[in-house]
Every structure is written in structure tokens, then in C-alpha cells.
């Protein structure tokens, strides 16, 4: 049995449920997975090939440390150097997905930050996402970009590109992009009417810490 069975699997069922989510389309987006057994080893979709024709042989397994393949019959994605520039600043970052979903994407254009104006932002995000500078896509300066403006967030809108989400895991990076995407969405059309009301700083910082809480319990 293929050693990275699982990890290929797990990458590829994410990457359908991230497609059904209507996040990407085609062979836009991208999204990976650190193996969880200290080998310094990623999995990572493809490059260029639709998301309806992904197979779990399709995913790539490479080394975190210099990028290197080790196991793969596929071009790996482009967005490379911006996986491998988070997993090496963010030891605690376990899943990465990128997307090029509508609303987050109108907002990366406007190079506009998603501020917390529901609690379900709060919760989740800790606050506003911001939006890192703006680097031409699959190059190191995107990746230097990201990192320095995630910090410990959860997630950073691309300027004029998508955005980037991070978790402990593959499913739980592609939760927020969910999220994320969904309260995009009420923002925009929030300001179609007018001026959004982000939450009081208080309700964010309880929201945060009751959902911390609950995540920790099922750890």
C-alpha cells in the first residue's frame, strides 16, 4: 500500500468538497496538507488539472524544507513557494487552501479588508482579514507577502488574487475559506445599502475565546 494513501485522499476529497462549495472553478485554487507524522512532508494539488478529473494519484507529496518532489507524477501546483513559505513560518499550520471564491475575490480587487460584522466572523477569524500587498502569482514575493501579514491569523485576502485560509488541518483551512467566502457575501451586499457596522471589540474577543474553547475540547 502507497505510504501516502491517506494524505492523497484526504487532499483530494477536500479539494472536491472545496470545488462543490463553488470556491473555485476549472483548475483554479489550490490546496495542501502536512503530513502529520514529523517527516517535514507536504501533499499538494496539482497544476492545471480540472478539479471534476482529480484523482487521488494526482497529488503530489514534496518536502517542506527545499520544495522537492518525492513522490509525484504531476506537475505540482504553481502556488508553491506560497505552501512551503507558510508551513516553515507556522509550525502549527497543518492545512492550507487558496480560492478564488466571488465575494472574497471582490473584495481582494478593492484590496478591501473583511472586517467581523457577524459573530460567526468573530468566532472563527479573531477579527478583521486583512489584505497583503499584492505579488504576481506562484512567486516567492506572494509568499513572503502572505506570511508577513498572517502573523498567527487564521486567514489573509490576496490583493487582487483570492485568498489564502489556514488550519490544524486540510478540512479545517477549507472550513474557513467556507466561512470566510459566506460572510464576504453579506458584507458586500451590506454595502450596497450602506455603511456595514463591524462588532464591538468585546464580542469579538469572547467570540474568539468561546471558540477556541470548544476546538480545544475535541482535541
Known amino acids: 500500500m502507497d505510504r501516502f494513501d491517506a ?11 472545496m470545488c462543490a462549495a463553488g470556491l473555485v472553478t ?14 517535514g512532508l507536504m501533499a499538494v494539488t496539482p497544476t492545471s488539472i480540472p478539479w ?6 494526482h497529488i503530489s ?8 518532489a518525492i513522490d509525484s507524477q504531476f506537475p505540482m501546483s504553481s502556488e508553491m513557494p506560497l505552501h512551503l513559505a507558510i508551513y516553515r513560518a507556522r509550525k502549527d499550520v497543518g492545512g492550507i487552501v487558496h480560492t478564488h471564491s466571488p465575494y472574497v475575490s471582490a473584495l481582494s480587487v478593492l484590496q478591501r479588508p473583511l472586517p467581523p460584522v457577524i459573530d460567526e466572523m468573530a468566532a472563527h477569524f479573531g477579527g478583521e482579514v486583512p489584505v497583503a500587498q499584492y505579488a504576481f502569482t506562484g512567486t516567492l514575493d506572494l509568499g513572503e507577502n ?6 498567527s ?6 490583493a487582487n488574487h483570492g485568498n489564502v485560509c489556514v488550519g490544524t488541518t486540510v ?8 466561512r470566510m467566502e459566506a460572510t464576504a457575501e453579506i458584507y458586500v451586499l451590506a454595502l450596497q445599502a450602506g455603511d456595514p457596522v463591524p462588532l464591538p471589540e468585546d464580542a469579538i474577543r469572547r467570540g474568539r ?9 475535541r482535541k
Not at 491569523?153 to 490576496?158: E, F, R, Y
Open 61 to 68: 507529496v514534496a518536502r517542506i524544507a527545499d520544495g522537492e
Open 146 to 151: 502572505v506570511v508577513a501579514t498572517l502573523g
Open 52 to 57: 471534476d478529473q482529480l484523482e487521488a494519484s
Open 7 to 17: 494524505i492523497r485522499k484526504e487532499v483530494c476529497t477536500q479539494a472536491g468538497k
Open 26 to 39: 476549472v483548475s483554479a485554487g489550490n490546496l495542501s496538507a502536512r503530513l502529520e507524522d514529523d517527516s
Open 171 to 178: 478540512a479545517e483551512a477549507l472550513e474557513l475559506a467556507i
Open 153 to 158: 491569523g487564521p486567514a489573509v485576502i490576496l
Open 209 to 217: 475565546e468561546m471558540y477556541l474553547a470548544r476546538r480545544d475540547s
